[in-house]
């Protein structure tokens, strides 16, 4: 290690490693938040000041300051210099227990199927919760029905067939609170009839795994292809349901073929077992009409599952299902349970927002910005990622960036958060071990960032994967 260097003004000492500058100030900045020799709110030296103090270059302290206010360790003030940020969770650090480094709130989030939050229609929602407020009866604020909104589900009907295919009324539509409260209930209701085992994507969340186990069924996965599910392996996994993203598979990007659509229906109707549809982001389809929904080749047979969350935004809460007749008076017995009260204030605005036609106008813009997205990120790709490509339908809030074999997407994943950015491998959503080998690809999700700082985030993502690429050639060389 080199000599102590001392911050001037601050009679603060760095130990610097000088065949390692950059990584040895990190760590020593860090080092000094976390122990709290440098304390939250203290302004640090500019870097041109810092740069001849330590005797090292200005862009290599510029650099290092990048680093940690990407990481959240340093705040950036435009005009006032680098400051010490306020952590979170110091008290788990004191007791030797130490927190992962905290993102900066900059919306450099590049996770699959999360919506651009800071584009949610405010004005025409409080616009709309002002009207379902003051055209509301006085009745209504009391205790609503269990299923939700009698209203809000005949425009959910309506909505649902015109844009989805889905066959329903409203009376086989229950209003959720989101899509994991919609999948819990569906869960079990299922085992209170007596299933033990359903069926999921080998590429999924493991959140609605984790709901599906909670629920008392054991999980297993189904390989999926270039066609999406290979659903004619259900028979012999000796299932009581599936869980599918039919209409744009979660994460890999494809869509279940017509061919298999019209099997796993045969197989549902044939066998008495029960297909849970995702429809997570179906209304988002850029190169062609979007594919309708799976429920409405066997509506018996299906449970159609949707949400709020990626057309308007996840603090709506809201969702709904669509659950056939010979599974409704489980799932209405297990509902309660799960959902709690109705939020019938919060679903008036929404039924609002509908019948003024604002949320088809929200999804037509979002459809609009995602896919001039989604077309910067290919052109960006086959640009500058030699041997990498863009893959999946160009629909939904995410793709996947495919990379040359041997690459690793874990280390990725970590150079992308030492940027300042998130981002997620595929194999990080897998479940055991692939059907069949998969080129390392990265999900990326051109959703969540605000417009204005989506090219950022792209940036950093772009750096990310180019430096693996960059890393492992030189191993291969060597």
């Known amino acids: 290690m080199g000599e102590p260097w001392a911050i001037r003004g601050l009679d603060l000492h760095l130990d610097l490693d000088r065949r390692r500058k950059a990584a040895s100030l990190e760590e020593a900045l860090r080092a ?69 480094p905290r993102l900066p709130e900059s919306g450099l989030d590049l996770r699959g199927g ?27 604020f009391g205790y609503g029905p269990p299923q939700g909104s009698l209203a809000l589900r005949a425009t959910l009907a309506e909505y649902l067939a015109r844009t989805r295919g889905v066959w329903a009324d409203d009376t086989r539509i229950a209003v959720t609170r989101g ?35 909670a629920a008392g069924l054991d999980v297993v996965a189904l390989a999926v292809d270039g066609d999406g599910a290979v659903v004619s392996r259900l028979g012999g996994l000796a299932v009581d349901a599936v869980l599918l993203t039919p209409a744009h598979q979660f994460p890999t990007g494809v869509a279940l073929s017509p061919s298999r659509r019209l099997e796993v229906a045969a197989w549902a109707e044939r066998t008495g077992a029960l297909i849970i549809e995702d429809d997570y982001d179906g209304e988002f389809r850029y190169d062609r009409r979007a594919i309708g929904a799976l429920q409405s080749l066997a509506p018996e047979h299906v449970v159609y599952l949707g949400t709020a969350s990626k057309s308007l935004a996840p603090a709506v809460g809201l969702g709904w299902a669509v659950v056939p007749e010979r599974l409704a008076t489980e799932f209405a017995a297990q509902f309660v349970a799960v959902n709690g009260i109705a939020d019938v204030l919060n679903q008036s605005t929404l039924d609002a927002f509908m019948k003024a036609h604002e949320y088809d106008r929200t999804v037509r813009r979002r459809r609009a910005e995602y896919r001039s997205r989604r077309e910067l990120l290919e052109r960006r790709v086959a640009a500058e990622l030699h041997g990498c490509r863009v893959s999946g339908m160009r629909a939904g809030l995410h793709c996947l960036v495919e990379m040359p074999s041997g690459r690793d997407e874990r280390e990725v994943t970590s150079v992308a958060r030492r940027f300042g950015v998130r981002l997620d491998g595929l194999g990080s959503f897998r479940l055991g071990d692939a059907s069949e080998l998969r080129a390392p690809a990265m999900v990326v999700g051109y959703g969540a960032p605000a417009t204005h700082r989506f090219e950022a985030a792209l940036d950093r993502a772009i750096a990310a994967v180019r430096a693996e690429l960059e890393r492992s050639t030189t191993t291969d060389r060597t």
């Open 114 to 140: 999360i919506p651009d939050a800071s584009s949610f229609p405010r004005r025409e929602w409080a616009a709309s919760a002002r009207r379902a407020a003051l055209d509301l009866p006085a009745s209504a």
């Open 32 to 100: 000094a938040v976390r122990d709290g020799r440098l304390e939250a709110g203290t302004r640090l030296p500019a870097s041109r000041t810092l740069s001849a103090d330590l005797g090292i270059a200005r862009n290599v302290v510029a650099e290092v300051y990048g680093v940690l206010v990407a990481e959240g360790w340093l705040e950036a003030r435009v005009g006032a210099g680098t400051w010490v940020a306020a952590r979170h969770g110091a008290g788990a650090e004191a007791s030797g227990v130490e927190s992962q």
């Open 179 to 213: 899509f994991g409260a919609g999948l819990a209930t569906v869960a079990r209701s299922l085992v209170v009839r007596g299933a033990r085992r359903i069926a999921v994507e080998e590429y999924g969340h493991e959140a609605h795994r984790g709901i599906l186990r």
